[in-house]
């Protein structure tokens, strides 16, 4: 018996699972390896980290999805370095060899070489950072209610979200509809609506990938939510209940008990890891530079899709870090790798169908651009809704988050607002849980 | 101004919750105080630790519940001791006086002194208990899917339940669900029917506060599943991927990598705080005894209700420590103090109306006692559903409930089988995370 040509999939994100899943009447045997047990609908994270859905709502497991996939077994595991000579990807424990290797495992928060931040101001790329920044936004709440100093109060009602990209523009806006909306009478010594919410970006403009149009619409729209913009500034410190701003005036000091960062991203290290194997360099965004076919020049065998790759398009722009560029890509190496099998000529290169982008501002407004068309206001946002929810994996999920999102939009309530899982870092904050759970 | 008549409920649980809420038309100012920011209904905690549900599910933010009632404030922070001369409560970081105090600060588990058991089988009473239980259960299918040593496969696929009351039996079955029904097309190495469930239990009967014929019924049920019941048999050593058991027969070792712990409670510390700051004992179960006012002997303004308080039924036994008995003595304990605040006479003893109790085996059959009638079955399965249904808080969460059981009962699936949060304790198992996230 013949073995079956062995396929390698790295990361069960939109990229992996999308080749995973393409790959299913290929006649090859696919192994998809991931850290995590599930799937993860990143663009729907901020809902989590805002109380408005679970977290099992934005996250399906891997098993689940692929389980009638008899050629794809699912390996949890971390891969720690590759052996490209001998074909082999190494994890902790145990060494897999493939004939092709798709590499997707995607990217984490950048801090800019001040990992230190992080403490302060958490990321937002996974479900443990969603239900820490959770438990964040509602614990300072709750010790403002507690709180008889003016001044220290203030400071916990404010809150910075670093970095105007769609998921700092969806974080604010949520935490707008929170203190306007879903908090409103649930306190009895403070108002929830004196919440001071600031929106930092390094650039002239939010969402600043959009066209000049809708970035305008969308600077607006986040105004009219009562959230502070403030433009041309950078941080340039962050420690306990304070950060340090570079505006163009000159430098901000702002007592804020509540950090998020929304700034950067950088790709995983196995980035880093693959490229010093085969000799190459990562792109300067520590990406992995890939030809047309997406493969690492010279190496038809090596795939690097998603957040993780640096794929320049035709016009020599690199491609944004997104889940549709990551699912076309999928696509297009599940087919390059049943085209070459059989031997087929090589397909044409891979061009990303650009379908639109969108962001949500708030419970009413989103911007849209589809094509040559821009929306914004509610028509966008129910777009966006649909969207969405047509995308999410599978059908269960779908339902209830339709159903829970309807109840949300109209009681405005949100009833995931669990504050969970203190963490040592909390323990001076909330002396809650820190003995008996 | 007078002052209003201070009442300060400590614990949000059955007990309190139903004491503030009952006290919404009464002239009073209630402090609610709880370490956590929701009310959590805990008969379905055993549904989050297998996946069945999401925290949020079952767990209702107290703020939300009841934030239309304006006499009502919610505090979160931990009681930490009394000053019962000058009538206070002492919290971390104040003081909070009171006119009346209602303790109402539940039960923890109880391991019989041997501490250190819970790092190896860990309890089951906070949404972190649940969400940790439900890492376990799921990584250990992961592991024995990445393992080639049968005998470490077979110790990866033994799950044991210690203790045999409804929590237990409501966990096992669960998994022997799990094992043979949610998981059976996910893996491609193990077969997950292979699982082997344990249900230790010290005495001689399963559910034993029910009526034997019920507890003849079950044990027949949980047979049926697969489960292996272990009677009349202590546990004398957990230690990581081992336990010892002292059965009749003899001392027998298990290789297990997963024990989840349900035998045994105790409560709070908090009695014996007030116990011995009002100079009594408390009984030797360490709940602090009542008198059938729900008052501690010779203090009307000290309440003591739900799983801390020790309370006695008419004919002498100790009433069980069950949500049913902790509402019941809530209302009572709002009707006394507005009866009292009026001048009126005393209103008569507490006495408990036990309307049934009920325990769910797996995922068609429960048992029941209703007054005089038992069931067991199908039908009996179908009441439990229903009366925990009409039971949740908040009318959101009755309905996701029910969607997300309907749909999980005709589909087999469990969507929220997650690994999150790996605590220190489980990097070893699990690389998974412990770096990046």
Redesign the interface.
């Known amino acids: 018996m013949v073995q079956k040509h062995q396929v390698v999939v790295i990361g069960g994100g939109f990229g992996g699972l999308e080749t995973a899943r393409r790959l299913r009447r290929v006649d090859v045997a696919v192994t998809l390896v991931d850290?995590?047990?599930?799937h993860l609908f990143q663009p729907l994270l901020y809902q989590v980290a805002t109380g408005g859905l679970?977290?099992?709502?934005i996250?399906?497991?891997l098993?689940?999805i692929l389980?009638?996939q008899k050629n794809c077994?699912?390996?949890?595991?971390?891969v720690i370095g590759f052996h490209a000579r001998q074909k082999q990807v190494v994890l902790?424990?145990?060494v897999l060899s493939y004939d092709t290797l798709v590499l997707a495992a995607g990217a984490?928060p950048s801090y800019f070489g001040n990992d230190g931040w992080k403490t302060y101001a958490p990321p937002l790329?996974?479900?443990?950072?969603a239900?820490s920044i959770r438990g964040r936004i509602?614990t300072s709440f709750?010790l403002a209610?507690?709180e008889t100093d003016p001044e220290r109060r203030k400071e916990l009602l404010t809150f910075v979200v670093i970095g105007g990209g769609p998921t700092g523009v969806e974080l604010a806006g949520a935490l707008a509809d929170i203190s306007h909306h879903t908090?409103v009478?649930?306190?009895?010594?403070i108002n929830p609506k004196e919440a001071r919410i600031i929106l930092v970006e390094a650039g002239g403009a939010i969402l600043s990938t959009y066209p000049s149009k809708l970035t305008q619409s969308a600077a607006r729209k986040v105004q009219e939510l009562g959230i502070e913009i403030r433009m041309h500034t950078m941080v340039t410190g962050i420690e306990k209940d304070r950060i340090e701003l570079k505006t163009p005036s000159g430098v901000e000091h702002i007592a804020t008990h509540t950090v998020m960062w929304a700034a950067g991203v950088k790709p995983?290290p196995l980035s880093q890891a693959l490229a010093s194997e085969i000799g190459i360099d990562c792109h300067k965004s520590g990406r992995i530079p890939v030809n047309s076919q997406l493969n690492i020049e010279g190496h038809p065998d090596l795939f690097v899709i998603g957040d993780i790759a640096h794929c320049e398009d035709h016009d020599g722009k690199p491609l944004p870090g997104v889940a549709p560029v990551a699912i076309q890509q999928g696509r297009y190496v599940a087919r390059t790798i049943q085209v070459r099998l059989r031997g087929d000529l090589e397909p044409e290169p891979f061009r990303y169908q650009n379908r639109g982008s969108m962001a949500t501002i708030g419970r009413k407004a989103a911007v849209a651009e589809i094509g040559k068309f821009t929306f914004s206001g509610f028509f966008a946002w129910l777009l966006w809704l649909l969207i969405h929810l047509m995308q999410i994996v599978?059908f269960?999920?779908r339902?209830?988050v339709f159903?829970?999102w309807s109840?949300s939009y109209f009681?405005y309530?949100r009833?995931?607002?669990?504050?969970?899982?203190p963490s040592s870092e909390r323990a001076q904050d909330?002396?809650?849980?820190s003995k008996?759970?």
Request: hydrophobic share 25%; aromatic share 8%; charged share 30%.
């Open positions: 850290r995590r047990n599930f679970s977290p099992a709502n996250a399906s497991p098993r689940s389980r009638r077994q699912i390996l949890m595991g971390e902790r424990d145990k984490g790329k996974t479900i443990e950072d239900t509602y709750e209610e507690n908090l009478h649930d306190f009895r010594h995983n599978q269960q999920n339902l209830l159903f829970q109840y009681t309530n009833s995931a607002r669990l504050i969970t899982q909330l002396p809650a849980d008996e759970s």
